[in-house]
């Protein structure tokens, strides 16, 4: 992991008075976006490494709406009522020790290992240290906790299992969504030639990320106009117009077909292999070292992130319900608290 270095100045810093109980969004069961509620809950406690943060924002990502609906990750969840949300972005009120590389007082973003742990929708959060980088200087907290998740999976899915680089083509599925914003970004700055679909509203959007071709999928099938691609990185699956299995018919011979939404087409390692494509399915790995990387970029101007709506932590049912949609333009956020 590529820690910035230590600033032993800053671990002396006086911890902040953490109260026994916060506000959270609780889910006392599997259900629709109105069961989620604000209720009053124990603060979690920190250990071994983990960091107490205090949530100013936390992003809002599909697999949280899955798990809410009885899907997802829900199955694994132990404790109810839960806590849901992966992303997080505030300030560290606990750290495991006083020269520990995100000292209190530390601006930081990550990933909540939800749901070993209670999630990102409330006050305060506990996150493990490898999961975590310092929020990028430029970036708001609001604007940092739509990073996390997305950035994560773009970046796992275009560098280190596509390994983007210039001349190769890459087709990106959903190239307007949250994960796609950046898959979009990160492949054109690795120098691959990126086509994108999306709807009509998003194609200008998607050619100024930086893909080179786009394709309106709302008039135009993708197989008609695209062809002899390298990768293809699905983020919608057959849920939708058997998208991935119509991918098939675009890549070449020995290309690579990336099935990113869990479950979203069973079949598809046999598919593949019966045309000599190669296959995988995907999962997020919550590597702070990658994300401070990714922060860099950010700060450098050279990726952005795209926030389309706010929420009031009292107002995640609709943030929920926002993207059950399907069609968030970037990222959904809940601001928590003051900056
Ligand atoms: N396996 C993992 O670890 C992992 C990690 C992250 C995400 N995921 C999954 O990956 C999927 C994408 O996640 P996300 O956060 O990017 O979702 P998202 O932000 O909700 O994606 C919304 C975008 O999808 C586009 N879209 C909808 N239908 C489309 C279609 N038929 N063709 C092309 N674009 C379409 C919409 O564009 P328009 O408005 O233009 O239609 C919209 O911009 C989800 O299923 C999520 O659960 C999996």
Redesign the pocket.
Known sequence: MRFRSTRPEAAFQPAPAVPETMDAVVLDEPGSAQALRVDRVAVPTPVLSEVLVRVVAAGV???DA?TRAGRGMSSAIEAWPAVLGLDVSGVVVRAPFDAHPFPVGTEVYGMVAVPRTPGAYAEYAVVPTLSLARKPVSLSHVEAAGVP??AL?AWGLVVETALAHQGQRILI????????HFAVQFAAYFGAHVIA???P??LDWLRELGAAEVVD?TTTRFEDVVDTVDVVID???NV??D?GTRSLDVLRPGGLLIE???G?WPGFREAAAARGIRST????IPDGGALSTIGRLLDSGAVRVYIERVFGLDEAPEAHAA?ER????G?VVLRVSDD
């Open positions: 990502n599909p697999i899955k998740v997305a999976t599925h959903a190239g307007s969504g949250g994960v796609g679909t999306g709807s509203r998003n999928y983020l919608i699956g939708s117009d998208t990113v939404p869990t979203a399915d995907y999962k997020t993207i399907g069609h968030t333009r990222k």
